[in-house]
């Protein structure tokens, strides 16, 4: 991609300009890191390509980061991305040899087995705190990115009000494809005028309404459809809900993640 072609890129942020240090990677000027507000001096992909396959996508979405924040999430990643990947291959494919440990292993996925190892001895699957790290992680980048809604500058902190996930494994294919269903966004509200967010929005059908005397009043049913980064791979939807920063992740059509902040600004207000 040539540098005309990056200045018209489909991933560009067109708002107001005060935000770019914010929601925008560049390396011309100053910029902040989106998890703990440091000047920016690496890019952040979102998501993390570990949730990937190669060959990567032409233009991943990116972010700006202090290299301390961008490295210290990687042992958790690879974690995660094991973690996901045993049990996929255990219920999709039958295949429990994937859990055998290899000594030349990185330490992590050594730790996701024997993590998967004894919740299958134990017929009992807790939350766990290393994944919902990284799917905090993960969602504090689609918010900044999709909603140029930021970490430490835009009324809000890190702290979610929930963060869940569900395996494809432990619910019914209904239940999956429900999850899987795109956003109605009519009550929602919409993030700032020219955030990346507008592009998955769309019409489906009009709704036509009567009004009072012979007249009808059409509407529109306004959608919000997945970001698909990588078939199969990783997909996210993120949305403003009244007060709640939402934000849903589908990770190698496996795991479903799901995050939820609640914003300050709203929480002033009702505490005036």
């Given at each position: 991609?040539?540098?005309?072609?990056?200045?018209?890129?489909?991933?560009c942020?067109?708002?107001?300009?005060?935000?770019?240090?914010?929601?925008?990677?560049?390396?011309k000027?100053?910029?902040?890191?989106?998890?703990?507000?440091?000047?920016?001096n690496?890019?952040?992909?979102?998501?993390?390509?570990?949730f990937?396959?190669?060959?990567l996508?032409?233009?991943?979405?990116?972010?700006?980061?202090?290299?301390?924040?961008?490295?210290?999430?990687?042992?958790?990643?690879?974690?995660?991305?094991?973690?996901?990947?045993?049990?996929?291959?255990?219920?999709?494919?039958?295949?429990?040899?994937?859990?055998?440990?290899?000594?030349?292993?990185?330490?992590?996925?050594?730790?996701?087995?024997?993590?998967?190892?004894?919740?299958?001895d134990?017929?009992h699957?807790?939350?766990?705190?290393?994944?919902?790290r990284?799917?905090?992680k993960?969602?504090?980048?689609?918010?900044?990115?999709?909603?140029?809604?930021?970490?430490y500058?835009?009324?809000?902190?890190?702290?979610?009000?929930?963060?869940?996930?569900?395996?494809r494994?432990?619910?019914?294919?209904?239940?999956?494809?429900?999850?899987?269903?795109?956003?109605v966004?009519?009550?929602?509200m919409?993030?700032?005028?020219?955030?990346?967010?507008?592009?998955?929005?769309?019409?489906?059908?009009?709704?036509?309404?009567?009004?009072e005397?012979?007249?009808?009043?059409?509407?529109?049913?306004?959608?919000?459809?997945?970001?698909d980064?990588?078939?199969?791979?990783?997909r996210y939807?993120?949305?403003?809900?009244?007060d709640?920063?939402v934000v849903?992740?589908?990770?190698?059509?496996?795991?479903y993640?799901?995050?939820?902040?609640?914003?300050?600004?709203?929480?002033?207000i009702?505490?005036?």
């Amino acid at each position: 991609m040539d540098a005309e072609e990056k200045e018209f890129s489909f991933n560009c942020f067109w708002g107001n300009e005060t935000l770019k240090p914010f929601v925008e990677f560049s390396r011309k000027g100053t910029h902040y890191c989106i998890y703990c507000g440091s000047i920016a001096n690496t890019r952040e992909h979102v998501p993390s390509k570990a949730f990937l396959k190669r060959p990567l996508p032409s233009d991943p979405p990116v972010l700006p980061a202090c290299e301390k924040c961008n490295n210290s999430f990687s042992p958790d990643e690879l974690y995660t991305r094991t973690y996901i990947e045993c049990l996929k291959a255990i219920f999709v494919d039958n295949n429990l040899e994937i859990l055998q440990i290899d000594p030349d292993d990185r330490k992590e996925k050594r730790e996701a087995k024997i993590s998967i190892k004894e919740a299958l001895d134990q017929k009992h699957f807790v939350f766990d705190n290393r994944i919902g790290r990284i799917l905090l992680k993960l969602a504090i980048g689609h918010v900044v990115y999709e909603l140029s809604e930021n970490y430490y500058f835009h009324d809000w902190d890190g702290d979610p009000l929930y963060t869940k996930y569900i395996m494809r494994s432990t619910i019914s294919e209904t239940e999956w494809e429900k999850l899987e269903c795109a956003e109605v966004m009519n009550d929602k509200m919409l993030p700032e005028i020219g955030s990346r967010v507008f592009r998955n929005i769309f019409v489906v059908q009009p709704i036509l309404e009567k009004m009072e005397g012979d007249g009808e009043l059409d509407f529109g049913l306004f959608m919000m459809d997945w970001a698909d980064i990588q078939d199969d791979m990783y997909r996210y939807i993120t949305y403003l809900d009244r007060d709640k920063l939402v934000v849903k992740m589908i990770i190698m059509d496996f795991l479903y993640g799901e995050v939820v902040f609640q914003e300050k600004r709203f929480d002033n207000i009702e505490n005036k």
